[in-house]
């Protein structure tokens, strides 16, 4: 018989989070219908992917775990089973799911990264965080006045869109790299992101340094710039400059005169090694620099997270709350203007200062995330699943990777299919004498194959090395919508991203931000302190 898995309620979490122990308080749902409501920190974390997360994000084996779901548990409960197999031991079940949670008088909030964004609201209420509109800074522009632009979202995001003459400078560079943009102190330095959050963060990280220059925020971001008519570059590709030693180390004083205000703490290597073993406490190690930084030269076992985002997404990668953060950096600027900010999120936070110890930044490449092994499953290759497809009902393909990766290309005529809604996408697509599940690598469809075979009455087989083996042996993929089995629900459509967004929807998210810290009131659990 299966073991019963114990059931939190309300009282349970709100008290871990007011105590600061570490609680993983985890939405196993989607994307999109996490987005629409939950509890302020929980983290989405959903089922059909929760192998691939697991162990990357939860690397104590003995955390305490609570799975959450709409409201009957049975995702829920789900989870709970897959992370038992996992290795988990400490897992329970929210008992009546998001639906629970405001029975009992949590607060619910809408959007993703809601911890971050409501704390920049609450530093801009508090710190009265200085500001430009669009218009104004449009014609400060437009009049050649001496100003810089600097964007503080990642790369890819500025080269989407951005505002006209902006450079791009991540938010953690901020510190180290204006003084070299803007080396005459009367040179007004405008910060700017795609909403609010990034935009607060970045201005105010200049002014906690004590930037000589004044500075500000573009208010409401490329958002605000959109509503007010005003057109936007596509494609740039400027980029922060490069800083010699001198300025970098003052950048580095600065930085860390604003973590010791803080309460960021120091660590020695020699912690560091002590916490990479350590039983009982969940530790992250991020290294903080731009990613190109970070595949030249690296720490080991510290992943790759650009401090700026770090802030903006600290659920994402750090779905423990309660836990320690460790952050490396060669430069020291970046760790500990990141670092601050999460001390004043409430997080215990470590900078590896031990620069006589520490060994060199030589592990290269991308970060690689810690995975379970795959199970075994019945192979095809490339080849064979070519010819099958010629002929009509010898085959039906579901892909079971992310419905943005579905979008840009997948195998012809491949079904995009959500793993977590697997039941409901078998009965969209039609019957076919052989299954085959791919994705972008086979791994998520391996771990997927033994249910879905469960499910069905003919044969179940996993496309060797999955969508990138396909393209390796020189078969073509097709974009576009192509054949939906499950709503694409993965991922929630930002009104901040892209090009195409809706007035309405856009105002709508500007709206929301404004209530964010009369709900952090209500909430109650966050600890946030502004400096």
Same mark, same amino acid.
């Given at each position: ?8 309620d309300?009282?349970?979490v709100?008290?871990a ?9 985890l939405?196993?749902r989607e ?7 939950h509890?302020l $920190?929980a983290?989405n *974390?959903?089922?059909g992917?929760?192998?691939l ?7 104590? =084996?003995?955390v ?8 009957d548990?049975r995702a829920?409960?789900?989870? !709970?089973r ?7 031991r ?6 009546g799911?998001?639906?629970g949670?405001?029975a009992?008088?949590?607060?619910? $909030?809408r959007?993703v990264?809601v911890?971050?964004?409501a $704390? ?6 508090r =710190?009265?965080?200085?500001s430009f509109?669009a218009?104004?800074?449009q ?7 001496d100003?810089v ?9 500025y080269?989407?869109?951005n ?11 901020? &510190?180290l790299?204006?003084?070299a ?6 040179t007004?330095?405008?910060?700017n ?9 970045g201005?105010?990280?200049l002014?906690n ?9 573009l208010?409401?971001g490329?958002?605000g710039?959109t ?9 740039q590709n400027?980029?922060?400059p !490069? ?8 950048a580095?004083?600065a930085?860390r005169r ?9 660590a ?6 002590a916490?990479?073993?350590q ?5 992250y190690?991020f290294?903080?620099r731009?990613?190109a930084?970070?595949?030249?030269g690296?720490l ?9 985002q770090l ?7 750090a779905?423990?709350r309660?836990?320690?953060? &460790?952050?490396?950096?060669?430069l020291?600027?970046r760790?500990?203007?990141t670092a601050?900010w999460?001390?004043q999120?409430?997080w215990?936070?470590f ?7 520490t060994p060199a *930044?030589a ?7 810690l #995975?379970?092994p ?7 290759a490339p080849?064979?699943?070519?010819a099958l ?5 010898? &085959? ?7 419905h ?7 195998i012809?005529?491949a079904?995009?299919?959500l793993r ?16 085959? #599940?791919t ?9 997927a194959?033994a ?7 003919t044969?179940v087989v ?25 709503p ?25 931000e *404004?209530?964010l810290v009369?709900?952090?009131g209500r909430?109650g659990?966050?600890?946030f302190?502004?400096?």
């Amino acid at each position: 018989m299966t073991a019963e898995i114990r059931r939190a309620d309300y009282a349970e979490v709100r008290a871990a989070l007011l105590d600061r122990r570490e609680i993983a308080l985890l939405d196993v749902r989607e994307e999109d219908p996490h987005a629409q409501s939950h509890p302020l $920190f929980a983290a989405n *974390f959903p089922l059909g992917r929760l192998e691939l997360n697991a162990w990357a994000t939860l690397p104590r =084996r003995d955390v305490p775990i609570v799975t959450l779901d709409e409201g009957d548990e049975r995702a829920a409960e789900a989870a !709970a089973r897959k992370l038992r197999e996992l290795g988990y031991r400490d897992v329970a079940v929210f008992r009546g799911g998001v639906a629970g949670w405001a029975a009992a008088g949590g607060e619910l $909030f809408r959007d993703v990264n809601v911890p971050s964004k409501a $704390f920049g609201e609450l530093v801009e209420a508090r =710190r009265h965080t200085p500001s430009f509109s669009a218009e104004e800074v449009q014609a400060l522009l437009a009049a050649n006045a001496d100003v810089v632009v600097v964007d503080v979202r990642r790369f890819d995001e500025y080269q989407t869109m951005n505002i006209p003459g902006s450079t791009s400078v991540p938010g953690a560079e901020l &510190v180290l790299r204006v003084p070299a943009l803007a080396p005459d102190p009367n040179t007004q330095v405008i910060v700017n992101c795609a909403g609010r959050t990034r935009s607060i963060i970045g201005t105010q990280s200049l002014i906690n340094a004590g930037l000589p220059n004044p500075v500000a925020a573009l208010r409401n971001g490329t958002i605000g710039w959109t509503l007010a008519g005003q057109t936007l570059q596509h494609g740039q590709n400027r980029r922060f400059p !490069a800083v010699d030693r001198e300025q970098a180390q003052k950048a580095a004083a600065a930085a860390r005169r604003v973590a010791d205000l803080a309460g960021v703490k120091r660590a020695a290597w020699t912690d560091v090694l002590a916490w990479q073993e350590q039983q009982g406490r969940t530790t992250y190690f991020f290294d903080v620099r731009d990613p190109a930084e970070y595949e030249a030269g690296h720490l080991p076992d510290f992943r790759s997270v650009a401090g700026g985002q770090l802030v903006q997404e600290t659920e994402m990668v750090a779905p423990v709350r309660g836990a320690r953060i &460790v952050l490396a950096d060669d430069l020291g600027a970046r760790a500990d203007m990141t670092a601050s900010w999460l001390a004043q999120m409430n997080w215990e936070v470590f900078v590896l200062d031990d620069a006589a110890n520490t060994p060199a *930044f030589a592990e290269t490449g991308p970060w690689q995330p810690l #995975l379970p092994p795959t199970p075994t499953a019945p192979l095809i290759a490339p080849a064979e699943l070519a010819a099958l497809l010629e002929r009509p009902g010898a &085959v039906a393909v579901l892909d079971l990777t992310l419905h943005a990766h579905y979008l840009r290309g997948h195998i012809p005529g491949a079904w995009y299919a959500l793993r977590s809604r697997i039941g409901e996408a078998l009965a969209q697509i039609p019957r076919a004498r052989r299954y085959v #599940l791919t994705c972008a690598s086979s791994r998520l469809a391996l771990h997927a194959h033994a249910e879905i075979q469960a499910q069905v009455d003919t044969p179940v087989v996993v496309l060797d090395g999955g969508n990138a083996a396909w393209q390796a042996a020189g078969l073509a993929l097709e974009g576009g919508p192509g054949r939906l089995a499950s709503p694409p629900i993965d991922r929630y459509r930002r009104p901040y991203e892209g090009t195409d967004n809706a007035r309405e929807a856009m105002q709508a998210y500007l709206d929301w931000e *404004f209530g964010l810290v009369e709900q952090l009131g209500r909430d109650g659990t966050h600890g946030f302190r502004v400096l």
